[in-house]
C-alpha cells in the first residue's frame, strides 16, 4: 500500500529548462512533506519542505506546490542545472507524530537527468 | 565533519551471522533512526529512538535491535542474517518533533549483502 507515489521513475530535461516532479499521497493525515535529493552512494539530502497550512514554498531555484485538495505535491527546478541530476524523493508525515513512530514515508523516487 | 556517519560503507556476510552496522551524528539532535531501502528502492522507517523512547516499525523482525550507547550513537545489531536482509541501510537523526527547520539528516548508508 504506496502511501506516496512517484509515478515517473525518470525525468530528462535539458539544461536551463524547468524540471518538475510530481508526486501523490493518500493518506489525508499527512500534513508535512518534504523533497529530498540523493546522489549515488550518498544518503538523501533534504531539499525543501512544506506543511500543509501552505500551498507554496520557494527557496532560491527550488519551489514545492501543495494541492491539498487533490493530494498532490510538485517540485519545480528552475533553471536546471548539470547538477541536479540525482533522483529526487517525496517523503511525508503527520507533524503531530512528530516524525517519530511514523517516521516519513517516501515515494520510490524519481531520477531526474539534466541534459547539457 | 560529517554530520551524520555509519560504518562500514559495505558489509558481505553469510546466512546466519550476526552483523552490527554502527551510527553516529554530531549535530546535537535527540532522535535518531534506521531506515532500510530495499531492492524495490523504497526508504521504510525501521525504528526511531530518543532518549526516552524507542518506536520499532511492526514490520521488522526482531532479529534487529537497535542499540543506543549515547544519544550521538544509535547502533544497529542483526542477528541469524537472512538472505532478504539485502539492502541499503540508512541511519538518520533530527531534532524530536520533525518540524519545518528539523528535517531528517541521513547518512551515507551500509550496503547490506548475504549470501
Known amino acids: 500500500d504506496q502511501q506516496v507515489k512517484q509515478n515517473s521513475p525518470s525525468l530528462s530535461v535539458q539544461e536551463g529548462r524547468i524540471s518538475i516532479l510530481n508526486c501523490d499521497y493518500t493518506?489525508?493525515?499527512?500534513?508535512?512533506f518534504l523533497w529530498y535529493k540523493k546522489y549515488p552512494a550518498e544518503g538523501p539530502t533534504f531539499l525543501i519542505s512544506i506543511s500543509s497550512i501552505k500551498d507554496k514554498n520557494e527557496d532560491g531555484r527550488f519551489t514545492v506546490f501543495l494541492n491539498k485538495s487533490a493530494k498532490h505535491l510538485s517540485l519545480h527546478i528552475v533553471p536546471s542545472q548539470p547538477g541536479d541530476s540525482a533522483v529526487y524523493f517525496c517523503a511525508a508525515s503527520r507533524l503531530e507524530s512528530g516524525g517519530g513512530a511514523d517516521g516519513l514515508t517516501f515515494g520510490k523516487g524519481t531520477h531526474l537527468i539534466i541534459q547539457p | 565533519d560529517t554530520a551524520v556517519s555509519q560504518t562500514p560503507k559495505y558489509l558481505v556476510t553469510q546466512m546466519g551471522n550476526d552483523k552490527s552496522i554502527k551510527c553516529e551524528q554530531n549535530l546535537g539532535h535527540d532522535t535518531m533512526y534506521w531506515y532500510k531501502q530495499d531492492s524495490k528502492k523504497f526508504l521504510k522507517i525501521m525504528f526511531s529512538?530518543?532518549?526516552?523512547?524507542?518506536?520499532i516499525n511492526e514490520t521488522v523482525p526482531n532479529r534487529f535491535s537497535p542499540k543506543s550507547p549515547d544519544k550521538a550513537h544509535l547502533n544497529l545489531h542483526i542477528n541469524s542474517l537472512e538472505l532478504g536482509d539485502s539492502a541499503v541501510y540508512f541511519c538518520?537523526?533530527?531534532?524530536?518533533?520533525?518540524?519545518?527547520?528539523?528535517?531528517?539528516?541521513f547518512g551515507n548508508g551500509t550496503r547490506l549483502t548475504v549470501t
Open positions: 538518520a537523526s533530527s531534532l524530536l518533533g520533525q518540524d519545518y527547520n528539523s528535517p531528517l539528516h
Open positions: 529512538y530518543n532518549n526516552k523512547e524507542l518506536i
Open positions: 493518506n489525508s493525515m499527512f500534513d508535512y
